[in-house]
């Protein structure tokens, strides 16, 4: 596992687009796994987060906001832990993206697999 700083709230972080989240008329433990959750139930669960994500129509701002927090739980903008874990490794601490936006510019690639055909198991 990759090492990783302490999440920290960016500077700049507004919280209104979380009002027009697709999640707030799901299943909220869909989002976060519980103590042990393991193999195919985890692997069912993250894809119904993400399932909920892409239809989510402030999808880039949730995982920009969790990429630039390093947020370390829970599936945002269809990104799971596993998902920012391996952006975590990729992007050098002192190059890591701080500004409003600046996540989703990096993790672009990223942002659009975590809801493609075959993440969401569809392909
Ligand atoms: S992208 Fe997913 S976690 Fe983020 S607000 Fe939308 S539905 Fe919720």
């Not at 500077?11 to 209104?16: E, I, L, P, R």
């Not at 945002?76 to 989703?104: H, N």
Request: neutral net charge; contains cysteine.
């Amino acid at each position: 596992m990759p090492q990783q700083p302490l999440a920290q709230v960016p500077k700049d972080a507004t919280w209104q687009w979380q009002d027009s989240g697709a999640c707030r008329e799901a299943d909220d433990t869909l989002f976060f796994h519980p103590p042990n959750e393991r193999g195919l139930a985890r692997l069912r669960r993250d894809r119904a987060a993400k399932a909920v994500c892409s239809r989510c129509p402030v999808r880039i701002e949730c995982a920009d906001y969790a990429i630039r927090s390093r947020e370390p739980y829970g599936v945002w903008g269809g990104l799971t832990e596993e998902d920012r874990e391996r952006i975590y490794a990729r992007i050098a601490i002192a190059e890591y993206p701080r500004q409003r936006g600046e996540g989703a510019d990096m993790c672009s690639d990223e942002i659009a697999a975590a809801i493609s055909a075959r993440s969401l198991g569809i392909a």
